[in-house]
């Protein structure tokens, strides 16, 4: 019986390289004589409405994604939604890239597209957001907005640095977040002008902002908060958090399985890059090993038996 394969792609995502290299992905993917169906979205939710179809009703045995990090977060969400999951093949084509980076998945549309055949299946954490899902990050606070409000024409053309020249506006006008963070049989109550739960190496596209031997399949992720500081504080805070350093009295770091947020006041949210809603109360749980990825042979943090 001949495999079936869904690919979805997203053809705007980062400097829309994935049209000149349609041909090529098609024809990695119907080698072998595989049957493959393919969607490109035209708008929101139509990449994960796509896999909760094809994958809910058992029409295929593998899902190609091909844009960055928004389509990748879709992609997660149908997977997460359906009974019966099936690897999936992500194609990073988009400006960041966090989640692709995180396992050495190739940015060459190419080799990451022969993944379909060559790559290894890595069973991956998720994390639960109330009722949605997220797979690397979600945050508030201090740039989170960059993502999502630099407009998708800038990010085609300048790529990766349109999110910090859109996010050099947002530095005289930091917000505060008095709410209240429970985890670990901890609770903590302050004001906070940054938070994250994530399980990356890379966020926005930098590298080292995360802990040390971040592991995307061991069933916790990183809690990571910044507290409302002095003038005089700032500029030490920020070499910390950009050397990694997280002793700094106004930083909270923990590895958590779940944790949850409360404030007296709506807190927007991003999910995987992409705006996720205003909250007062956010519950979060980490599913271990929840859905499969491909994988190259050389992924690294991966301990003997980590392999399906």
Not at 82 to 102: A, H, K, L
Request: with cysteine; aromatic share 12%.
């Amino acid at each position: 019986m001949r495999e079936r394969i869904l690919f979805v792609y997203n053809p705007n995502a980062g400097m829309k390289k994935i049209q000149s290299k349609l041909s090529g992905v098609v024809n990695l993917l119907t080698e072998g004589e595989r049957e493959v169906v393919i969607f490109p979205t035209r708008k929101k939710m139509d990449a994960q409405n796509a896999i909760m179809e094809y994958v809910g009703a058992g029409r295929c045995e593998k899902v190609v994604v091909a844009g960055g990090d928004g389509t990748l977060h879709e992609a997660v969400n149908g997977m997460m939604y359906c009974e019966q999951r099936v690897p999936i093949v992500y194609i990073p084509t988009g400006s960041t890239n966090d989640f692709g980076y995180s396992l050495n998945i190739s940015k060459d549309v190419l080799e990451a597209a022969s993944l379909v055949s060559r790559g290894m299946p890595f069973a991956c954490d998720v994390a639960q957001f109330n009722d949605t899902y997220f797979v690397y990050t979600a945050a508030f606070g201090l740039f989170t907005d960059i993502s999502y409000a630099t407009p998708q024409g800038l990010k085609n053309i300048f790529g990766h640095a349109a999110y910090v020249f859109n996010g050099a506006s947002s530095l005289a006008k930091i917000k505060r977040f008095p709410m209240t963070v429970t985890y670990n049989g901890i609770s903590v109550q302050d004001s906070f002008i940054y938070g994250m739960v994530v399980s990356s190496e890379s966020i926005g596209g930098f590298r080292g902002l995360t802990g040390a031997d971040v592991k995307l399949n061991d069933g916790e992720y990183e809690l990571f908060l910044v507290r409302d500081c002095k003038a005089y504080e700032f500029p030490e805070l920020v070499n910390d958090i950009l050397h990694g350093k997280f002793d700094n009295k106004n930083i909270i770091y923990e590895r958590v399985t779940e944790v949850s947020f409360s404030s007296a006041s709506p807190v927007a949210w991003t999910l995987d890059g992409e705006f996720g809603g205003e909250f007062m109360e956010i519950e979060i749980t980490i599913h271990k090993k929840a859905i499969t990825v491909m994988t190259p042979m050389s992924l690294l943090n991966i301990v003997e038996g980590d392999m399906l």
